[in-house]
């Protein structure tokens, strides 16, 4: 495999025009120039590109934003893969790496972004929270910056967003409102709080999360061939019914 361009030490451009992919590694190009073979055992992470665009923004960030960074968002969705049993599309690296990088640089500057929905992240998306409060120690760990809370809410919010195959962070804010809105209604129909504890509660707001998704790129659907069975739910969860009822109108 030879260079056909070095980013920098660790980050090479392999390829053909037709095929190019960015490969990642510690020193994997030191003292090496275009058309030099690569030593592909020294390889940690490969990127296949098909967007022109986005195939630029890798080059750009890989030229600006320290390795150090990159290695640790590698770290931290190693570890949201293993914990929640998925897998992301690659434009989350450079995504959360440029998140994360912006976020400790703005803190050692003494600026400190509020998260206007830390709340409802830590009781919609408790699963990618857990995953945000390991990063903060991560990035503790590694840089000695102590980010806040708030930044763990955002790190968490990006996974949610590549979980849901979102390319829009904006849309994510809105399904959480939309969610929060809707637990609400059930919350004062029913004159009673959540177990936010419960495999119930978790498996109803993956639900809720996806028609929420659904709901803002209307992709709803309208299905008759299950009448019979509406009609059964109807009669024997009345109260149910009439809370889904109130949703509808909101």
């Not at 690296?93 to 440029?98: A, F, S």
């Amino acid at each position: 495999m030879k260079i056909k361009k070095a980013l920098n030490n660790n980050v090479a451009i392999v390829g053909d025009g037709n095929s190019e992919k960015i490969v990642m590694g510690r020193g994997i190009c030191f003292a090496k120039h275009a058309g030099d073979e690569l030593d592909e055992t020294k390889i940690e992470k490969t990127f296949v590109l098909n967007d022109t665009k986005v195939f630029d923004m890798f080059k750009s960030l890989f030229s600006e934003i320290p390795y150090e960074y990159f290695e640790l968002s590698q770290n931290i969705l190693g570890y949201a893969k293993s914990d929640l049993g998925k897998s992301f599309d690659d434009r989350i690296y450079l995504d959360l790496t440029d998140h994360i990088y912006a976020a400790i640089k703005r803190f050692k500057e003494g600026i400190v972004v509020k998260n206007a929905i830390l709340l409802e992240v830590q009781r919609f998306y408790a699963s990618e929270y857990e995953i945000g409060l390991y990063a903060l120690e991560i990035i503790k760990e590694r840089f000695d910056v102590e980010l806040p809370l708030d930044e763990a809410g955002f790190i968490s919010l990006h996974i949610v967003n590549a979980e849901l195959n979102e390319g829009n962070m904006d849309d994510i804010y809105t399904i959480t409102k939309i969610m929060q809105e809707i637990t609400n209604i059930i919350k004062y129909h029913f004159k009673r709080d959540f177990d936010e504890k419960s495999v119930y509660y978790y498996r109803f707001m993956t639900h809720l999360r996806f028609f929420s998704q659904r709901l803002l790129s209307d992709a709803t659907y309208n299905d008759t061939s299950d009448s019979d069975l509406q009609e059964v739910i109807k009669n024997r969860y009345k109260e149910a019914y009439a809370c889904a009822e109130k949703i509808g109108i909101y």
